[in-house]
């Protein structure tokens, strides 16, 4: 029984340092992403980037800041999580209290996965198309539409996942006190959901904040911060990218500090969103 | 269900008899009903907003399929819009390559790393991985399109291209033609790091779907864990693993930005990973400005997004279907 | 009588609770060897430790020595595949491998190089079918899915698949608690066969089931070995206050 340097020995080795290696490289991407960003952007990070608007020659390299973009980012993102949350939530609590596992519920999971898998560019020209429909131009209101739709999938799935996780006999101990489908949807359901539909909205805002393609085609690209829905919007990656694109040095830098906002509010978002549900998830029956 | 309801009325109005403060059960029970048909409704939202994007799409690409034949649109390589030719090839087999490199790439080491986290690794380490994943998710993609223009571009063409301009440039595909890093290599590392979190971890669900008696019963039979993953975990969930890897190539069909950055963006047919492509989510995004000013342009870019929209609802259909499938086994 | 296993100063944890205290029992070659106890007195974890199975249990720990033919199977440069194709294990449920009949019982072959060349494998095959009785039922399918059959004839083709190996141990979890009266009939046949040629160990939570397998008989009760012995003295003259209340249905 003593082991020996066999062949099947040295293949289970082999393997499993193959696939510890392969976890390093991955995780190893994710630290070098980080620092690749940072590194470059860090030194053009200054309280004028994100404290005023484009000045004339900010895109040649004179003074002047990020603000329209981030501010555009927020009322981009924020404006879509809403939207996708007035939809998402009813559609979430549908498919739980009622649906459950019928076929029809199936088909809705379904159609949600498929739309999930639908890329922001293609949303983005659907997006234009509609703008087109109505006359609408390039606006915040154009934005927040696309971005609701592009968000919706994500969020309902979100919602979904921690629902299913819920234990049923909450939901039939209120049944057999006598409660309706609706007052334990209401009620039992979006109580221990809470942590569920909070998880899901920063999720969804950080997709929404990141988003580049659709609102490429939607809310277009200006230096001002938008007063009013129908005014068109910067936002912080096409900053980026506009800013990257532009052959003077010190603009590109300007491009990678944006880029490290970017990050730093999306790495908020996501931890944030850890620590809520963590916190929450304390004062639910699991 | 209506019977469920009738009985537990019963119960409800002997209970509440005496307490005029709530509202009857009649009506509680109608607001349940026009409630439960408000719902219905939108539940409707998402299947109609699938086909609201493909006939959307559809609608405005009419001009131009009408007008060319498709062997003219997606045979002919010569795209010149100005005067009014429109080859789509050069783009088709950019995304094409783009995605192969991508999800090449990315099916090795995310399966690996689903198995070592499924069939391996402590309870500790698995919450380690999880947030990791879902930071690397997170990254939105336009910074993924920096790192690539910092890190990777760089990388290909002073590292890569050279040792493969020396030593492999026999090997078809690999032949160095231009030295700038900008390439489908390039493109299709960034690719392979993006899709990795989603793929890996609809894989890892996967194999949580094969039941610890199976692996034991091989195990018991000494086995080791390596031969109980290729002769029995594998096989059991191939269908599994598939639509996964399928899943993620849907999603790097799609990828506009990240991949526009660093894949240079030079109509060509290419005819090796160093070449420069131009894949069709990147030249739509590159377009939308001109794009009513030329006759047929905006047709013509509205048929790109329809393409890539039916490619991945192919794709997307089949691999969600099997998952689903596959998936709902574990609870049996 | 001639130990072919011997349990010294053997400790079970599962994170912090004990689920084996002190255990020191011998277990005799070729002979049927059962456990019995109510249930959660750790009589499959014992079990669990002759294959070092244990260990897949997250957090599971083992202190002490289990020595199969002198060699402690705890040792730090003991290959557990060795120590598992020497200890077989019919576990409680059947659990066919996701491939062929034919390919369930070569498995194990294969893996361990047993056989050379197709022949070798296919007269293998039939001959360990057939001592797990089951040849006659499948000859004519044995390249269809094994989850095919029925749930009897799966537990006797997981018998076969643990012959194949040919082991000197057969570890019996329980194994006929799945299964309908004439198919557990049928197993506990094949085990008293095998007993001649098997050192054979089984757990079982009925009495009577004991008592026509044992030629010899642990007793366990929260985690201890209560009595072991000689399966006609326990039965009829246990030792022990607690082994007497047990043989007698009081728990």
């Given at each position: 029984m003593k082991r020996r340097w066999t062949r099947r020995r040295i293949t289970e080795d082999l393997m499993k340092a193959w696939m510890l290696s392969s976890f390093v490289i991955v995780a190893g991407c994710l630290g070098l992403i980080l620092w690749t960003v940072v590194s470059r952007g860090l030194p053009a990070l200054t309280w004028e980037m994100v404290s005023q608007t484009p000045k004339g020659g900010f895109y040649m390299g004179k003074e002047g800041g990020v603000l329209n973009a981030i501010i555009g980012s927020l009322y981009l993102a924020s404006g879509?999580?809403?939207?996708?949350?007035?939809?998402s939530l009813p559609i979430a609590l549908y498919l739980k209290t009622y649906l459950g596992k019928s076929n029809w519920g199936h088909y809705v999971r379904l159609s949600l996965d498929v739309l999930w898998g639908i890329p922001s560019i293609v949303y983005g020209a659907f997006g234009f198309i509609l703008m087109l429909a109505l006359g609408l131009r390039a606006s915040l209101l154009a934005g927040i539409v696309v971005l609701g739709l592009?968000?919706?999938?994500?969020?309902?799935?979100?919602?979904?996942?921690?629902?299913?996780?819920?234990?049923?006999?909450?939901?039939?101990?209120?049944?057999?006190?006598?409660?309706?489908?609706?007052?334990?949807?209401?009620?039992?359901?979006?109580?221990?959901?809470?942590?569920?539909?909070?998880?899901?909205?920063?999720?969804?805002?950080?997709?929404?904040?990141?988003?580049?393609?659709?609102?490429?085609?939607?809310?277009?690209?200006?230096?001002?911060i938008p007063t009013s829905l129908m005014q068109p919007t910067a936002s912080l990656p096409l900053a980026v990218f506009f800013q990257l694109s532009t052959p003077y040095p010190a603009v590109q830098q300007r491009g990678y500090a944006s880029a490290v906002i970017l990050t730093i509010i999306v790495l908020l978002i996501s931890l944030g969103s850890r620590w809520i549900s963590a916190r929450l998830n304390k004062y639910t029956i699991k | 269900m209506t019977d469920q309801n009738k009985t537990y009325t019963t119960q409800t109005n002997t209970q509440t008899e005496g307490r005029s403060s709530r509202p009857s059960s009649a009506a509680r029970n109608w607001r349940d009903r026009s409630a439960q048909k408000t719902f219905l409704v939108i539940t409707v939202f998402p299947l109609l907003l699938i086909s609201a994007i493909t006939i959307g799409l559809l609608w405005r690409s009419w001009p131009i399929l009408t007008q060319y034949s498709l062997q003219e649109l997606f045979l002919g390589s010569v795209w010149k819009p100005d005067e009014g030719l429109f080859g789509f090839l050069p783009f088709i087999m950019g995304t094409f390559w783009v995605t192969v490199v991508g999800v090449v790439l990315a099916v090795p080491p995310c399966l690996l790393i689903a198995l070592y986290l499924s069939e391996y690794a402590h309870r500790l380490t698995r919450s380690i991985a999880k947030p990791l994943l879902d930071l690397l998710a997170a990254i939105p993609p336009v910074v993924y399109g920096v790192w690539g223009l910092l890190a990777i571009v760089p990388f290909v063409g002073k590292v890569v291209a050279p040792f493969s301009k020396q030593w492999l440039y026999s090997i078809p595909f690999l032949a160095v033609n231009q030295p700038t890093g900008f390439s489908i290599l390039s493109a299709g590392i960034v690719l392979a790091v993006m899709i990795a979190p989603l793929v890996i971890s609809v894989v890892y669900e996967v194999f949580t779907t094969v039941p610890n008696d199976l692996r034991h019963a091989s195990l018991a039979i000494g086995a080791t864990q390596w031969e109980t993953i290729r002769y029995v975990v594998i096989p059991r969930v191939m269908p599994g693993i598939v639509a996964a890897v399928v899943l993620g190539a849907s999603r790097a069909v799609g990828e506009t930005i990240a991949v526009l950055m660093v894949v240079g963006n030079v109509s060509q047919v290419p005819g090796s990973i160093f070449d420069t492509a131009y894949p069709l989510p990147a030249l739509i995004a590159n377009n939308y400005g001109d794009m009513m000013s030329i006759p047929l342009y905006d047709s013509a870019l509205m048929c790109a997004a329809l393409v890539l929209l039916v490619v991945i609802l192919i794709f997307n259909i089949l691999s969600t279907v099997v998952l689903q499938r596959v998936l709902e086994r574990r609870q049996v | 009588m001639e130990a072919h296993i011997q349990v010294r100063n053997l400790n079970a944890y599962y994170g912090k609770t004990q689920a084996l205290k002190n255990i020191n029992i011998e277990i005799p070659r070729r002979q049927i060897t059962v456990i019995m106890g109510p249930s959660g007195c750790g009589k499959t974890t014992l079990l669990k430790t002759f294959n070092r199975f244990l260990e897949l249990n997250d957090g599971a720990s083992v202190t002490g020595e289990v020595l199969v033919d002198e060699q402690d199977i705890y040792a730090k440069d003991v290959d557990v595949t060795e120590v598992r194709k020497r200890?077989?294990?019919?576990?409680?449920?059947?659990?066919?491998?996701?491939?062929?009949?034919?390919?369930?019982?070569?498995?194990?072959?294969?893996?361990?190089?047993?056989?050379?060349?197709?022949?070798?494998?296919?007269?293998?095959?039939?001959?360990?079918?057939?001592?797990?009785?089951?040849?006659?039922?499948?000859?004519?399918?044995?390249?269809?899915?094994?989850?095919?059959?029925?749930?009897?004839?799966?537990?006797?083709?997981?018998?076969?698949?643990?012959?194949?190996?040919?082991?000197?141990?057969?570890?019996?979890?329980?194994?006929t608690s799945a299964l309908d009266p004439i198919s557990s009939q049928h197993i506990e046949k094949k085990l008293l066969e095998l007993k001649s040629q098997y050192t054979t160990v089984v757990v079982t939570h009925t009495l009577r089931q004991a008592k026509r397998l044992a030629d010899y008989a642990i007793f366990m009760y929260l985690g201890e070995v209560v009595e072991a012995g000689p399966a006609h003295a326990i039965f009829t003259n246990p030792q022990q206050e607690r082994t007497r209340a047990y043989l007698e249905g009081l728990f």
């Open positions: 879509g999580t809403f939207l996708a949350l007035l939809i592009i968000e919706l999938p994500i969020m309902v799935r979100a919602m979904d996942e921690v629902i299913r996780r819920m234990p049923a006999d909450l939901e039939h101990a209120a049944l057999a006190l006598g409660s309706t489908r609706l007052e334990v949807a209401l009620n039992v359901v979006s109580r221990q959901m809470l942590p569920g539909i909070i998880t899901a909205v920063l999720l969804a805002f950080g997709r929404g904040i990141g988003d580049a393609a659709s609102v490429l085609f939607t809310a277009g690209y200006t230096d001002r | - | 200890v077989g294990l019919l576990a409680q449920r059947p659990a066919p491998l996701p491939m062929s009949i034919y390919e369930n019982v070569a498995y194990g072959l294969h893996i361990h190089q047993m056989r050379k060349g197709k022949l070798e494998y296919k007269e293998a095959v039939k001959h360990y079918l057939e001592v797990a009785g089951l040849w006659d039922e499948v000859k004519k399918r044995l390249h269809e899915p094994a989850t095919g059959l029925s749930i009897g004839q799966q537990q006797r083709l997981c018998l076969a698949r643990g012959l194949a190996i040919e082991p000197e141990i057969i570890l019996g979890d329980e194994p």
